[in-house]
């Protein structure tokens, strides 16, 4: 394995690259539940699987477009086709909140197929882009350092549009902030390709010659597997985390306003805290590192079951913990996979895609898994759905189903998430 030095002319835009996909999980995972339930008066259940259904999809649409990836890379010698050509997403992101005077059910279907749409495109470009890592002829410590300037990236690109987001949808409505958000993502896309070809020539790799595996061949590898489902435990508990603030602010402490509080509470940390677990990962390793992200994310959420009378300091305190975790669950697993690829033989790059593909789809179902729980803890609890505009008065049964949802059980499903990661032994057997 090379020693090579990633350059920053290559780094900075490979890493402006994530900005527009932080965009299109972070809006819709904080928003889109809350913009059918409470805007467009979607019953939560119906919501949750609006939310659901297009993911369902991503189990198999991921690892297609992955293997379609590591064929590009055959026949071209590089990915960045599928790239271009997702960078589409953008009009897909609009189209999800221009929902042109719909109620209800046909309101939830419109958002249904732009997120269909949007699912596809954000595969054709996450895809290829987080098999770069591994395509590249560098060593283990480079790719946390490549994955750390990544997460700083994405970490801002999810902060400004989570703050900015909730902003703009009250100042001038959705569909506005739809519009304006897809212009930056359309353009943070552009120059990530760019990154991603001055990488490629800084550290390139010579793809071997045969491409043909499996849609799944990738989850015969145990260490993979291990990663993989450890990460679709804390993709589904960050993504409920993201769809419950919105309900936390209003329903439990009395201030919508405060969403946007909580928000950059939760993310601002990360920006901070990922040069320290750079530093951390090469001093311990990246999985004991993660154990402890994981662990403290329990600890975290443990606080938030206390609720509005734990007041507001301490619950935005816990919510940074939170955030700190946060920055690590997206540094060190990222970081890893490569490791996972680089490890399963020599010719580890030809397959990548396929790799990347089950991940991506993994972190998709997540992404729709976290709200579509968090939906089915407001319909337990008898949460009430409502238009703009209108007052609901929420049952005892529905405020408690918006405080344990948003804190007891994200800590059960890290805590599923912590089982499953202490098998992974690669940095063992390193």
Not at 3 to 31: D, E, K, Y
Not at 105 to 112: H, I, S
Not at 135 to 145: N, V
Not at 328 to 347: E, K, R, T, Y
Request: aromatic share 8%.
């Amino acid at each position: 394995m090379s020693n090579v030095r990633l350059p920053l002319r290559g780094l900075i835009p490979f890493a402006t690259g994530s900005v527009g996909m932080g965009v299109w999980v972070t809006v819709p995972g904080l928003l889109l539940l809350y913009f059918l339930t409470d805007v467009l008066a979607v019953a939560p259940l119906l919501a949750g699987f609006v939310l659901l259904a297009p993911k369902i999809l991503d189990v198999v649409l991921h690892p297609w477009v992955g293997r379609l990836s590591d064929a590009d890379l055959a026949r071209r010698g590089h990915r960045r086709r599928l790239m271009l050509a997702g960078s589409a997403l953008a009009v897909a992101f609009a189209a999800l909140f221009a929902v042109p005077g719909l109620r209800g059910a046909p309101a939830g279907l419109w958002v249904a197929v732009a997120f269909i749409a949007g699912n596809l495109l954000f595969a054709a470009y996450q895809v290829p882009y987080l098999a770069t890592p591994a395509d590249l002829r560098i060593d283990y410590h480079e790719r946390t350092r490549l994955m750390g300037f990544r997460m700083v990236v994405l970490t801002v690109g999810i902060l400004l549009s989570g703050v900015a987001a909730p902003l703009l949808a009250s100042l001038l409505g959705y569909a506005w902030m739809g519009l304006l958000l897809g212009v930056a993502m359309f353009a943070a896309m552009l120059v990530g390709i760019l990154g991603v070809r001055r990488l490629s020539a800084a550290a390139p790799v010579q793809p071997a010659a045969g491409t043909r595996h499996g849609l799944l061949a990738s989850l015969r590898d145990r260490q993979f597997r291990t990663l993989v489902a450890s990460y679709l435990a804390m993709s589904t508990t960050t993504h409920l985390v993201l769809a419950a603030v919105p309900y936390f602010a209003e329903y439990e402490l009395g201030r919508p306003k405060l969403t946007t509080v909580l928000v950059a509470a939760f993310v601002a940390p990360a920006i901070l805290a990922t040069p320290v677990w750079v530093a951390v990962a090469r001093r311990i390793g990246k999985q004991r590192g993660l154990l402890v992200a994981q662990v403290a994310f329990v600890a975290g959420s443990l606080v938030l079951a206390l609720g509005g009378a734990a007041g507001l300091p301490l619950i935005v305190a816990a919510v940074a913990v939170l955030g700190v975790a946060f920055a690590a669950m997206q540094l060190l697993p990222f970081s890893m996979l490569p490791d996972v690829i680089a490890a399963s033989g020599p010719d580890g790059t030809t397959r990548a895609g396929g790799y990347t593909g089950v991940w991506t789809a993994a972190e998709a179902t997540g992404g729709a898994l976290g709200p579509y729980v968090y939906a089915a803890c407001l319909a337990l609890g008898g949460f009430a759905a409502s238009a703009a505009g209108e007052h609901v008065t929420q049952t005892p049964s529905a405020l408690a189903a918006v405080r344990y949802g948003f804190a007891l059980v994200p800590a059960a499903l890290m805590t599923v998430a912590v089982l499953l990661q202490r098998r992974y032994r690669l940095d063992a057997d390193r």
